[in-house]
């Protein structure tokens, strides 16, 4: 039987909660975390835009190709810090530790505002809108009975408003905001059980294409001799079009820094965090890369935006951009869009009960150290941050009633980047300032492959500034990250100055 044993978290010794966390996360689960909160529906759907932005099978690969050695590289480097730091917060805790309280906090602070809330109400989107394939009375038209109106942006204006799509999202967050209230061994059941499934999808759906869905006009057509690699010389222009291409792969295989916030409840995190970094985004990104060679196999890169069927559409045109489902079309005709909405519909709600379990971890920390509110930095009696989860699913209810959240993830890619690189800074910087701190494990490759990662990150993030489709969001998502920088300093000024008690919270 796995040991259970309360333990304290690390992060706040001085507060004496007897109530601290459980470590009930084995190895398989954290790995279970780190690989179910990377697979959402993003891989089934952004490998249309990509093409379109590329435009070559020969690219889309690398797009992948890329992100895959990109995640893996941070994982690589992360692992030393959760070794280093086995605390709920994780990230929220290196920058913290490496760079000082205002980094952690203005990482903490984006995070609850739009990178994990924003994340976890897209993915509940999602759901409802695949939901509506099976139901078609789940649609996404919004109720005249409510109030709703219209945002403009720089692209497409935001509807804000209830639908029927949009209740099921919102049920959906709160239906699993409740099973993390009841433990972390519940939300750990969940989150495996439906991880299992998942990856076996895509596994399935790997094979499909390698097999049965194998078409010999794809074949042809996509690895032909001038049509696989498609550009003759790479200039400025395109590196900065494949720069922002990547925005899509790269928030697919996001999220994998999460284990790291749950680390106070993960079984001899000084050895199983690392591997669950490295197992996690190794066997994901593989199976991404896979999944696009499987695609390149059923459908005709080059489409038509009219065509008639999947095969005249191919990927760039794939019908709303839902390429696994075209993909499966190609075989099992109408009935392929059923089957896929089925496999999405699993794999959003296994993401989203991994990004709600471990996001509250990140505003248990900041509380701990009085820069959010201090209920969120309590124990509930299942020994779980019962108000820290609540704050979390309110913030994410209100952002649902967009229904839209590609304008929201957008506008903090380039922040996001920006943070993977600070942490990975401060990996240099611990090295210097604590060289004698107990590190049960050293990053793989210091400090030639870290600083590859630093370097890989920080071109991309230019690249996402630099390209005109991409600029506007990114300064957007820094101003929304500068914009903590009063916050912080407001919530310092205000906050007690007194350590949380031990807790009382009844629930």
């Known amino acids: 039987m796995e040991s259970v044993a309360p333990v304290l978290d690390a992060a706040a010794p001085e507060a004496g909660d007897?109530?601290?966390?459980?470590?009930?996360?084995?190895?398989?689960?954290?790995?279970?975390?780190?690989?179910?909160?990377?697979?959402?529906?993003?891989?089934?759907?952004?490998?249309?835009?990509?093409?379109?932005?590329?435009?070559?099978?020969?690219?889309?690969?690398?797009?992948?190709?890329?992100?895959?050695?990109?995640?893996?590289?941070?994982?690589?480097?992360?692992?030393?810090?959760?070794?280093?730091?086995?605390?709920?917060?994780?990230?929220?805790?290196?920058?913290?530790?490496?760079?000082?309280?205002?980094?952690?906090?203005?990482?903490?602070?984006?995070?609850?505002?739009?990178?994990?809330?924003?994340t976890i109400a897209a993915v509940a989107v999602a759901f409802g809108k695949f939901l509506s394939v099976l139901v078609p009375s789940v649609s996404p038209d919004l109720f005249a009975w409510?109030?709703?109106?219209?945002?403009?942006?720089?692209?497409?204006?935001?509807?804000?408003?209830?639908?029927?799509?949009?209740?099921?999202?919102?049920?959906?967050?709160?239906?699993?905001?409740?099973?993390?209230?009841?433990?972390?061994?519940?939300?750990?059941?969940?989150?495996?059980?439906?991880?299992?499934?998942?990856?076996?999808?895509?596994?399935?759906?790997?094979?499909?294409?390698?097999?049965?869905?194998?078409?010999?006009?794809?074949?042809?057509?996509?690895?032909?001799?001038?049509?696989?690699?498609?550009i003759s010389a790479l200039t400025p222009a395109f590196g900065l079009a494949f720069g922002a291409a990547l925005v899509g792969s790269l928030f697919s295989a996001d999220a994998w820094n999460n284990v790291t916030f749950a680390a106070a409840e993960v079984q001899n995190p000084r050895r199983n965090l690392p591997l669950a970094l490295v197992l996690g985004t190794g066997t994901v990104t593989l199976l991404y890369v896979l999944t696009n060679v499987a695609y390149l196999t059923t459908l005709p890169f080059a489409g038509d935006p009219h065509g008639a069927t999947v095969m005249a559409r191919g990927i760039q045109y794939a019908t709303q951009d839902r390429v696994g489902t075209a993909a499966v079309e190609t075989v099992f005709g109408g009935a392929g869009a059923v089957i896929m909405a089925v496999a999405i519909l699993i794999s959003s709600f296994g993401c989203n009960n991994g990004l709600i379990l471990s996001g509250a971890r990140v505003l248990y920390a900041m509380a701990r150290d009085n820069l959010f509110f201090r209920s969120t930095g309590v124990l509930n009696s299942r020994q779980v941050p019962g108000a820290a989860l609540v704050v979390q699913a309110a913030w994410t209810t209100i952002l649902c009633l967009t229904g839209t959240y590609n304008q929201l993830l957008n506008y903090v890619i380039f922040a996001v980047l920006i943070f993977y690189v600070l942490t990975t800074i401060g990996l240099f910087v611990l090295r210097r300032t604590r060289p004698a701190a107990d590190r049960p494990y050293r990053a793989f490759g210091y400090p030639y492959l870290p600083a590859l990662y630093i370097i890989l990150a920080s071109a991309v993030a230019v690249a996402l500034l630099l390209a005109h489709q991409t600029r506007a969001q990114s300064l957007t998502g820094l101003v929304l990250v500068l914009l903590g920088v009063p916050v912080y300093y407001v919530w310092r000024g205000l906050a007690p100055r007194t350590p949380l008690a031990a807790s009382t919270d009844p629930r």
Do not use: C
Request: hydrophobic share 55%; aromatic share 12%; net charge positive.
């Open 18 to 118: 007897h109530t601290g966390f459980i470590r009930a996360l084995t190895l398989t689960d954290a790995t279970m975390l780190v690989a179910g909160s990377m697979i959402g529906s993003g891989v089934f759907i952004v490998s249309a835009d990509i093409g379109r932005t590329v435009g070559s099978p020969f690219w889309l690969l690398m797009a992948w190709v890329v992100t895959a050695v990109m995640t893996v590289l941070g994982a690589l480097a992360y692992g030393e810090l959760a070794a280093m730091y086995p605390r709920a917060g994780g990230q929220y805790v290196f920058l913290r530790e490496a760079l000082g309280p205002l980094p952690g906090f203005l990482y903490g602070w984006t995070l609850f505002l739009v990178i994990q809330t924003g």
């Open 146 to 230: 409510f109030p709703h109106f219209e945002i403009a942006t720089s692209g497409d204006s935001i509807a804000v408003g209830l639908s029927p799509q949009r209740v099921i999202a919102i049920g959906t967050v709160w239906l699993l905001t409740w099973v993390n209230l009841r433990g972390v061994r519940e939300g750990k059941a969940v989150q495996t059980s439906v991880t299992v499934v998942k990856t076996t999808v895509l596994v399935m759906l790997i094979l499909f294409g390698f097999t049965v869905g194998r078409h010999p006009a794809a074949l042809a057509a996509n690895f032909a001799p001038g049509h696989f690699v498609g």
